[in-house]
């Protein structure tokens, strides 16, 4: 069945759309992180939403499971198959038009495989910009992050990949497309089936283009670097920084000081923002969106750190003098990941609780973790104002990465995960559920949500062929 399968899909899609050959298929079957790796049928490469659609039905007709893909970039392991050579990988890089970028409207429309930068380039192009961006914006492409809904540094002021989808169009288990790519502001037609997709993974259809939301190009941004005794003290700093910049603020940021040190020995040419070492720093992004605003910019600045200073939630602090030294802030941010990686391997997790529980879910976490596990070293980073960090435990010195994470490293990502349920949290925050997560979610999810969840993929996909073992 499946050579008959692999020859009219060849058939299909053509020398360009179809391979099968090892070299071919070797990058696409390891996921980012080198966690998982397994083998596929095939991979395909549609050229329009035409070709994939009927490519999909031949899928259901055969039975064939599908892997989408986008950028391969994704941190949970949901674009990568399993080890039973039976799932077909489908790649939507060679659908990576931009179709639309509308000045009047403020929005973009382009397909599923257009790499995140490469929108922020057209976007520029017009004097806007599309208010999303990560580490991974070289690679990551719009549809695989729409289909984790995914998060990054502005998601304080605009919102995760969620809030910026005006319109989407899919491809669903059966072949045929969903569009609804008109942006309308209102439409009460029932459920809201382009938000049911979002965050999926894949799992229930197959985004291939979307209509998206931009912001005016930023006329002018300020960014400080704030050194502070504690996380409560960040955690006020931010709410006076939201009380004092309002609608300016873009950006803030958190990270410990072992973090800091550890860019800096990765680094070789970084240097420490503030002249001491203090327990948290805070990275702090104002933006604005007009010349008028944007004057106005660093009397702001001013103003909130004379404020913090006064009322002693700071210690030091630094307002950038110029882009490239606020460039040279972010990037001690956006390398925070590989220095950590650089020290030794960690179980990371992508977790969130409510914003105000915060600080003391981390003064919590992190002793506890680090008493129970003897060696271990919890550090947490990220985006404090979604309540949102990135808590990563280092492996102990002298421990084998791949015991280390099967035995003891396994039943830590159990203990934080307990203790983020335990504080009404998520145990993922926008790096979605993939392979990585799926039994964690199962395990601590309330019947009732998984039930619904299990009804829909069901009711969508009721062969099971769209991303099998991912999420549900």
């Given at each position: 069945?499946?050579?008959?399968?692999?020859?009219?899909?060849?058939?299909?899609?053509?020398?360009?759309?179809?391979?099968?050959?090892?070299?071919?298929?070797?990058?696409?079957?390891?996921?980012?992180?080198?966690?998982?790796?397994?083998?596929?049928?095939?991979?395909?490469?549609?050229?329009?939403?035409?070709?994939?659609?009927?490519?999909?039905?031949?899928?259901?007709?055969?039975?064939?499971?599908?892997?989408?893909?986008?950028?391969?970039?994704?941190?949970?392991?949901?674009?990568?198959?399993?080890?039973?050579g039976h799932e077909l990988i489908i790649s939507l890089r060679r659908m990576n038009r931009i179709l639309a970028v509308d000045s009047a409207s403020r929005t973009a429309t382009c397909e599923a495989g257009v790499i995140l930068q490469v929108l922020?380039?057209?976007?520029?192009?017009?004097?806007?910009?599309?208010?999303?961006?990560?580490?991974?914006?070289?690679?990551?492409?719009?549809?695989?992050?729409?289909?984790?809904?995914?998060?990054?540094?502005?998601?304080?002021?605009?919102?995760?990949?969620?809030?910026?989808?005006?319109?989407?169009?899919?491809?669903?288990?059966?072949?045929?497309?969903?569009?609804?790519?008109?942006?309308?502001?209102?439409?009460?037609?029932?459920?809201?089936?382009?938000?049911?997709?979002?965050?999926?993974?894949?799992?229930?259809?197959?985004?291939?283009?979307?209509?998206?939301?931009?912001?005016?190009?930023?006329?002018?941004?300020?960014?400080?670097?704030?050194?502070?005794?504690?996380?409560?003290?960040?955690?006020?700093?931010?709410?006076?920084?939201?009380?004092?910049?309002?609608?300016?603020?873009?950006?803030?940021?958190?990270?410990?000081?072992?973090?800091?040190?550890?860019?800096?020995?990765?680094?070789?040419?970084?240097?420490?923002?503030?002249?001491?070492?203090?327990?948290?720093?805070?990275?702090?992004?104002?933006?604005?969106?007009?010349?008028?605003?944007?004057?106005?910019?660093?009397?702001?600045?001013?103003?909130?750190?004379?404020?913090a200073f006064e009322r002693g939630l700071i210690a030091d602090a630094t307002i950038a003098a110029s882009e490239d030294q606020a460039e040279r802030l972010w990037l001690i941010r956006e390398t925070i990941s590989p220095a950590e990686r650089a020290?030794?391997?960690?179980?990371?997790?992508?977790?969130?609780?409510?914003?105000?529980?915060?600080?003391?879910?981390?003064?919590?976490?992190?002793?506890?973790?680090?008493?129970?596990?003897?060696?271990?070293?919890?550090?947490?980073?990220?985006?404090?104002?979604?309540?949102?960090?990135?808590?990563?435990?280092?492996?102990?010195?002298?421990?084998?990465?791949?015991?280390?994470?099967?035995?003891?490293?396994?039943?830590?990502?159990?203990?934080?995960?307990?203790?983020?349920?335990?504080?009404?949290?998520?145990?993922?925050?926008?790096?979605?559920?993939?392979?990585?997560?799926?039994?964690?979610?199962?395990?601590?999810?309330?019947?009732?949500?998984?039930?619904?969840?299990?009804?829909?993929?069901?009711?969508?996909?009721?062969?099971?062929?769209?991303?099998?073992?991912?999420?549900?």
């Amino acid at each position: 069945m499946s050579d008959t399968f692999l020859k009219e899909a060849a058939r299909l899609l053509g020398p360009k759309g179809l391979t099968t050959e090892a070299t071919d298929l070797e990058p696409w079957l390891t996921d980012w992180r080198g966690r998982y790796t397994g083998k596929a049928l095939a991979l395909a490469s549609p050229a329009d939403t035409g070709e994939l659609s009927a490519l999909v039905k031949l899928c259901a007709k055969y039975g064939v499971p599908i892997v989408p893909q986008g950028g391969n970039s994704g941190m949970s392991g949901g674009a990568t198959p399993f080890d039973s050579g039976h799932e077909l990988i489908i790649s939507l890089r060679r659908m990576n038009r931009i179709l639309a970028v509308d000045s009047a409207s403020r929005t973009a429309t382009c397909e599923a495989g257009v790499i995140l930068q490469v929108l922020h380039e057209a976007a520029e192009a017009k004097d806007l910009r599309f208010p999303l961006t990560l580490g991974g914006k070289g690679s990551a492409t719009i549809g695989g992050l729409i289909s984790t809904n995914a998060g990054g540094t502005q998601v304080l002021r605009h919102g995760s990949m969620r809030a910026l989808v005006l319109g989407i169009e899919a491809v669903m288990a059966d072949g045929s497309v969903l569009d609804l790519l008109a942006p309308l502001k209102k439409d009460n037609r029932g459920f809201d089936l382009k938000q049911v997709l979002i965050g999926s993974e894949g799992t229930l259809g197959i985004v291939t283009a979307a209509t998206l939301k931009l912001a005016p190009a930023i006329a002018g941004r300020t960014v400080m670097w704030a050194g502070t005794a504690s996380l409560h003290d960040a955690r006020s700093l931010l709410l006076l920084a939201q009380d004092m910049a309002e609608d300016q603020l873009e950006g803030f940021e958190v990270l410990p000081q072992h973090s800091l040190e550890a860019v800096l020995d990765y680094l070789p040419d970084a240097r420490a923002p503030l002249v001491e070492p203090h327990a948290w720093h805070a990275l702090i992004e104002l933006v604005a969106g007009d010349a008028d605003t944007a004057a106005r910019l660093p009397e702001i600045a001013e103003n909130l750190l004379s404020t913090a200073f006064e009322r002693g939630l700071i210690a030091d602090a630094t307002i950038a003098a110029s882009e490239d030294q606020a460039e040279r802030l972010w990037l001690i941010r956006e390398t925070i990941s590989p220095a950590e990686r650089a020290i030794g391997p960690a179980m990371q997790h992508d977790i969130s609780v409510p914003v105000e529980k915060m600080p003391a879910f981390v003064e919590a976490a992190v002793p506890r973790l680090e008493a129970d596990w003897p060696g271990t070293r919890a550090v947490c980073f990220g985006h404090l104002g979604d309540g949102n960090v990135h808590f990563h435990v280092i492996v102990p010195p002298g421990r084998q990465r791949t015991e280390w994470e099967a035995s003891d490293g396994k039943t830590i990502s159990a203990q934080v995960h307990d203790m983020v349920a335990a504080w009404g949290g998520s145990i993922s925050a926008e790096h979605g559920i993939g392979r990585l997560k799926r039994d964690e979610l199962t395990r601590l999810s309330d019947p009732a949500t998984l039930a619904v969840m299990r009804a829909i993929k069901q009711a969508l996909d009721p062969q099971g062929l769209l991303n099998p073992g991912k999420l549900v």
